[in-house]
């Protein structure tokens, strides 16, 4: 069994940046691939990045694509997600995922249903 445990979520202004921080127990950290998910009042939750078990191949949602930066530490059991330029529609709660293996194809690696594990979340508030 896994937990995660994410942090470093509030309140920004618009083109401002935040890190958020996850910190698994419980597992092979490296064995998982990790991901950020995220989910608006209203909305269904989704895909915002992840990165394999080694950190060599990461995948983004487009909506984000050169503006966040996924990370993983294998020796803390961390992940992190480095979030620059933000804007008033990257509001969400944002949760951290893990799905044990490797390895994983970027199509697996955007569904949510596809992860094994989930963190509580955190809520990331832009305003404009």
């Known amino acids: 069994q896994v937990q995660l445990v994410e942090s470093g979520g509030g309140l920004v202004q618009a083109g401002g940046s935040l890190r958020l921080s996850c910190a698994a127990s419980?597992?092979?950290?490296?064995?998982?691939?990790m991901g950020w998910f995220r989910q608006a009042p209203g909305k269904e939750r989704e895909f915002v990045a992840a990165?394999?078990?080694?950190?060599?191949?990461?995948y983004y949602a487009d909506s984000v694509k050169g503006r966040f930066a996924i990370s993983r530490d294998n020796a803390k059991n961390m992940v992190s997600l480095q979030m620059n330029s933000l804007k008033p529609e990257d509001t969400a709660v944002y949760y951290c995922?893990?799905?044990?293996?490797?390895?994983?194809?970027?199509?697996?690696?955007?569904?949510?249903?596809?992860?094994?594990?989930w963190g509580q979340g955190t809520q990331v508030t832009v305003s404009s």
């Open positions: 995922a893990a799905r044990w293996g490797v390895l994983i194809s970027a199509r697996t690696a955007s569904r949510a249903e596809n992860y094994d594990y």
């Open positions: 419980g597992g092979t950290f490296s064995t998982y691939v």
């Open positions: 990165i394999t078990g080694s950190g060599s191949t990461t």
